[in-house]
Structure formats: structure tokens, C-alpha cells
């Protein structure tokens, strides 16, 4: 039989470059005199540019000429930290798990809301370890919706059912689920409790129990 099919979010899965979102988006609302907490944060893990603006809002209505201008301003704050990112930036257990996987012979994905998200694997280093990277600009639905992760199914020629997802936001979880995939939720229960099995990171999981995940 075909090895299946592991697809991989990137942020708060392989890194952590939540903090680095949360500063850029911190640094526009202080520029704009806009209240953002930390905790305001947490909603906008795993969610679009334009869906985490909007967040950020709280309702607040600006033109679309400034929409856009807001959101280069936070991406170029955003990139400016990207230029610190190397491998020594990767979450503890992803080098291993991702060469363990490889070793075994599954397809190896990628599926990031991030526009930014091919910069950060060759800051990482570990672009050629990927068989299909659905970023930021492969599909129009962002997460929830779960075209992102079907997206990579097809780039791999795996049906849905022969794919597992790594994922840390709620909005990624329901995507796998709605994308009919079995999904490891990486964070706490109240975050990813819908998935088929949580756990703390790739440090946390064996290939073994991921595999058996398939045939659950
Ligand atoms: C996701 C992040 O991976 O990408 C979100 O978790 C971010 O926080 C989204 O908003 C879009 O990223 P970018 O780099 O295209 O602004
Ligand atoms: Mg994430």
C-alpha cells in the first residue's frame, strides 16, 4: 500500500513565529492608537492577514485604501524579524520527526495560511524536505474552510482519507476535520481538543502512534 500523507502547519508546529506576528500587529496598533493585548492575539493564531485586521478592528471601519496599507506596514514589521529565523528556530522534535517520516517513506506536506510561509522554511532550512507547500497563496479559503489541506492532498495524489494533519490553531483543526483527514492537535484541549489526538509537539508524538492514527 501507498504511504499516506503527513501535511504540516508551519507556525506554532515546526516554529514559533506567533511572537513575531504578535509584534508586528502590536507594532500597527500603536502606530495607530489601537488597544491590542496579548490575549487579543491568541484569536488571531492560524487565521488570514485580512481575517486577523479585521480582528484587530473589533468592529473599528477603514477605508480599503488603508486596510491595505495597514497590512503591508504589519508585513514589512513582520519580515524585518523573519531575517533573524535559522534552523536553530525549529521546534524541538520537528527536524527529527520530519526525517523519521521521511525515512518511512510518507509524503511530506505543508499547508500555512502565511504568505510568508516559503521564507521561513529557507530561513529554517528545511524547504527540500517537502513534497507539496501549500502557502499562503495556494488556495482562496483560508482555514476554517478546508481547501488549504485538500489542496495539498491533490498535490500529493493521496485521497483525503490517506492524510494526517499536524495542526496548533482551532481554525486548523476544523479545517483537517472538514477536510475529512485525522488530525493531531499540538497545543491544550480547550484549543485543539477536537482533533484525534493532542499532545504537547512533534517532541511528544512517535511516527508509530501517528501511523496508527490511519487505520483508527
Ligand atoms: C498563519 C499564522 O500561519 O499565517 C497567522 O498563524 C497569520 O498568525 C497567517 O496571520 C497569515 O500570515 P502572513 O505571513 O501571510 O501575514
Ligand atoms: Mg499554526
Redesign the pocket.
Same mark, same amino acid.
Given at each position: 500500500m501507498v504511504n499516506p500523507g503527513l501535511i504540516f502547519?508551519?507556525?506554532?508546529v515546526i516554529t514559533d513565529? !506567533?511572537e513575531y506576528?504578535y509584534r508586528g500587529w502590536k507594532q500597527l496598533a500603536d502606530d495607530e492608537g489601537l488597544p491590542f493585548t496579548r490575549e487579543d492575539n491568541e484569536a488571531?493564531?492560524?487565521?488570514?492577514?485580512r481575517e486577523?485586521l479585521n480582528l484587530l478592528l473589533k468592529g473599528k471601519q477603514i477605508p480599503e485604501e488603508t486596510a491595505q496599507e495597514w497590512m503591508t506596514r504589519?508585513?514589512n514589521y513582520?519580515k524585518a524579524y523573519l531575517e533573524d529565523i535559522t534552523p536553530a528556530d525549529l521546534l524541538p522534535g520537528a527536524r527529527s520527526f520530519l526525517e523519521a517520516a521521511i525515512n518511512a517513506g510518507a509524503k511530506i506536506g505543508l499547508a500555512?495560511?502565511?504568505?510568508? !510561509?516559503k521564507t521561513v522554511l529557507a530561513c529554517l532550512q528545511i524547504t527540500n524536505m517537502f513534497d507539496v507547500i501549500g502557502d499562503?497563496y495556494a488556495v482562496q479559503n483560508t482555514k476554517p474552510a478546508p481547501d488549504l489541506f485538500v489542496w495539498v492532498a491533490g498535490g500529493f495524489q493521496l485521497p483525503v482519507t490517506r492524510c494526517i494533519v499536524f495542526e496548533d490553531?482551532e481554525a486548523g483543526v476544523t479545517a483537517a476535520l472538514r477536510a475529512g483527514m485525522k488530525c493531531v492537535g499540538i497545543g491544550p484541549h480547550e484549543r485543539v481538543g477536537q482533533a484525534h489526538l493532542v499532545c504537547d509537539g512533534l517532541h511528544d508524538v512517535s511516527l508509530e502512534q501517528i501511523m496508527a492514527l490511519e487505520t483508527a
Amino acid at each position: 500500500m501507498v504511504n499516506p500523507g503527513l501535511i504540516f502547519d508551519l507556525d506554532g508546529v515546526i516554529t514559533d513565529t !506567533a511572537e513575531y506576528h504578535y509584534r508586528g500587529w502590536k507594532q500597527l496598533a500603536d502606530d495607530e492608537g489601537l488597544p491590542f493585548t496579548r490575549e487579543d492575539n491568541e484569536a488571531l493564531r492560524g487565521v488570514s492577514r485580512r481575517e486577523s485586521l479585521n480582528l484587530l478592528l473589533k468592529g473599528k471601519q477603514i477605508p480599503e485604501e488603508t486596510a491595505q496599507e495597514w497590512m503591508t506596514r504589519k508585513n514589512n514589521y513582520y519580515k524585518a524579524y523573519l531575517e533573524d529565523i535559522t534552523p536553530a528556530d525549529l521546534l524541538p522534535g520537528a527536524r527529527s520527526f520530519l526525517e523519521a517520516a521521511i525515512n518511512a517513506g510518507a509524503k511530506i506536506g505543508l499547508a500555512s495560511a502565511s504568505r510568508n !510561509a516559503k521564507t521561513v522554511l529557507a530561513c529554517l532550512q528545511i524547504t527540500n524536505m517537502f513534497d507539496v507547500i501549500g502557502d499562503g497563496y495556494a488556495v482562496q479559503n483560508t482555514k476554517p474552510a478546508p481547501d488549504l489541506f485538500v489542496w495539498v492532498a491533490g498535490g500529493f495524489q493521496l485521497p483525503v482519507t490517506r492524510c494526517i494533519v499536524f495542526e496548533d490553531a482551532e481554525a486548523g483543526v476544523t479545517a483537517a476535520l472538514r477536510a475529512g483527514m485525522k488530525c493531531v492537535g499540538i497545543g491544550p484541549h480547550e484549543r485543539v481538543g477536537q482533533a484525534h489526538l493532542v499532545c504537547d509537539g512533534l517532541h511528544d508524538v512517535s511516527l508509530e502512534q501517528i501511523m496508527a492514527l490511519e487505520t483508527a
